[in-house]
């Protein structure tokens, strides 16, 4: 998957809890971003990157934050874990010269209890 | 009313067929549009990308745009039961923030041996 590891794959946690998901690439692209995929709704953007500590918000921004430290790093934590954050959560990159062409990760699985 | 539109399917064709896949679309800003293959528990895979109005081949693959009737279409020739997946239609206006991409649902395609 073009360079880019998830972790966890799959995780479960209870409501309340604190959860970090980690996207990692190895391609050295600019721009970064965490979508989310639900039945009926398909993938809806979260937050994205554009470069390391410049990031903004998407249109399910709600309850998610990110930060970007490294280029290769981008992290999406959930303060709070609702059951409404049960989904399918995917992380991108696209680089400069050809932004609009993303490239997926595998995807981590996330049950919220 | 969604932005983009796509039928969710199930298609099902016996290998060899002729696929169809289309998807509606109410912006008329959308300029850049994408087909994205998205296999059981993967991420979404880029499969074709185009720019404005056309036609675009490669392999098997046809993408289509009329901006006119806002539809966008993929053809797949001589079906394989490997092209069994969900495509996703995906589009982005020009220098949007975020280079946000908007999807459709996904068209899920059963091939037949």
């Known amino acids: 998957d073009a360079g880019i590891t998830q972790s966890p794959r799959h995780k479960v946690t209870e409501t309340g809890t604190p959860v970090t998901l980690r996207c990692h690439q190895t391609?050295?692209?600019?721009?970064m971003y965490w979508y989310r995929q639900d039945p009926g709704h398909g993938l809806r953007l979260i937050h994205y990157?554009?470069?390391?500590?410049?990031?903004d918000k998407g249109e399910v921004s709600d309850g998610y934050s990110v930060s970007r430290s490294k280029t290769e790093d981008f992290l999406l934590t959930l303060e709070s874990a609702t059951s409404s954050q049960t989904s399918v959560y995917f992380c991108?990159?696209?680089?400069?010269?050809?932004?609009?062409?993303?490239?997926f990760g595998s995807g981590t699985q996330l049950s919220v209890l | 009313q969604k932005e983009v539109e796509q039928d969710p399917g199930p298609l099902s064709v016996p290998e060899g067929a002729i696929v169809s896949l289309n998807c509606t679309y109410s912006?008329?800003?959308?300029?850049?549009f994408m087909w994205y293959r998205q296999y059981s528990r993967k991420g979404p895979e880029l499969l074709m990308y185009?720019?404005?109005?056309g036609n675009k081949e490669d392999g098997r693959f046809t993408a289509q745009v009329d901006k006119s009737s806002k539809y966008i279409s993929l053809f797949i020739r001589d079906s394989q039961p490997s092209d069994s997946a969900t495509y996703l239609c995906?589009?982005?206006?020009?220098?949007?923030?975020?280079?946000?991409?908007?999807f459709g649902g996904g068209t899920r395609l059963m091939v037949k041996p």
């Open positions: 991108a990159i696209s680089e400069d010269r050809d932004k609009e062409k993303l490239f």
């Open positions: 391609e050295n692209h600019r721009y």
């Open positions: 990157s554009y470069g390391v500590k410049d990031t």
């Open positions: 912006n008329s800003a959308f300029q850049y």
């Open positions: 185009t720019y404005s109005s």
């Open positions: 995906a589009m982005s206006r020009v220098n949007n923030a975020g280079n946000m991409l908007t």
